[in-house]
């Protein structure tokens, strides 16, 4: 009696990540997908260690979705690794944060280049410290003629001062007499966004519980699947960026065929 009580509901079939992978692919995958990179330090803090340890491991975990991104066909992944709120920080945590791009790219470039990969970032790129900046500068350089996956940092990034610096650039050209107001469309502000060479995202990420975009893409976003997931991103692994894919295939499956157009 008390076993049919106990006994757990019937677990789905276990397939193996290659039959997952290869399930997926048979679907429409998503062309850009965006990340919030959340829960780092309090991954760090269950394990009692320090928080630089967290986003140690959450480097590491860049390295596998992105792997596992441009095996599945994504054409860009762009990561939140440091917002415009990230220098509130302890100085000693920014200062180990800021090395990360140089750990990641010494140990992961020649796979990247391997892979096809090419690394761009968007933020404010000059206040960043200068050895952060030659890094990711020499990786761009040495990635830019690369087809593969565009893997997009977005590195001291805030969405409204991007938003704000499109409207400067649009306005200039308007008082330079090169642009009339009639021309200032939705089209022509996308193209003066740091995403200009990349779609909009379909689908985004966020690790780690919270539930809000934080100053992330908010324009770029206005027709992207949202993701939440209560899982820390130094464990959010490839079946948990599967999870998220094979949802939005579900939803997209739902919404017919239209969707794929109408959101670029
Ligand atoms: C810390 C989780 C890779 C989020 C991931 C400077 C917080 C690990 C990079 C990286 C960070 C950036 C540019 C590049 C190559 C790698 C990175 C930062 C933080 C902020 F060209 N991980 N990562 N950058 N974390």
Redesign the pocket.
């Known amino acids: 009696m008390l076993h049919k009580l106990i006994r757990r509901k019937p677990e789905r079939q276990k397939q193996t990540l290659e039959e997952r992978i290869s399930h997926s692919k048979n679907e429409h995958i998503p062309s850009h997908i965006a990340i919030i990179?959340d829960g780092?330090g309090r991954w760090a803090k269950k394990r009692a260690l320090p928080r630089v340890a967290?986003?140690?491991e959450?480097?590491k975990?860049?390295r596998k979705i992105t792997r596992l991104a441009n095996d599945l066909g994504v054409r860009a992944l762009t990561?939140?690794?440091?917002s415009t709120e990230?220098w509130k920080r302890p100085k000693l945590e920014v200062d180990f944060?800021?090395?990360?791009?140089?750990?990641?790219?010494g140990k992961?470039l020649p796979e990247l280049i391997e892979q096809n990969v090419k690394?761009v970032?968007m933020g404010e790129n000059e206040t960043?410290p200068k050895h952060?900046q030659e890094?990711?500068r020499k990786?761009?350089e040495q990635t830019k003629e690369n087809t593969g996956l565009v893997?997009n940092?977005a590195?001291?990034y805030g969405s409204r001062a991007e938003i704000a610096q499109a409207m400067q650039k649009i306005s200039q050209q308007i008082q330079l007499g090169t642009l009339d107001y009639t021309e200032v469309n939705e089209d022509l502000i996308s193209q003066h966004l740091m995403t200009c060479d990349l779609p909009d995202p379909d689908l985004l990420i966020r690790t780690s519980g919270e539930v809000r975009l934080s100053n992330f893409m908010l324009w770029q976003l206005a027709y992207t699947e949202f993701w939440f997931t209560d899982t820390l991103?130094?464990d959010f692994d490839e079946d948990c960026l599967l999870d998220a894919v094979e949802s939005y295939q579900k939803r997209n499956r739902r919404y017919g065929g239209l969707k794929g157009e109408e959101t670029n």
Request: hydrophobic share 60%; glycine share 6%.
């Open positions: 990179m780092n967290g986003h140690h959450g480097m975990t860049v990561v939140y690794a440091f990230n944060i800021m090395r990360l791009p140089e750990e990641f790219l992961y690394v970032m960043l952060t890094a990711v990786a761009m893997l940092f590195l001291n991103w130094p």
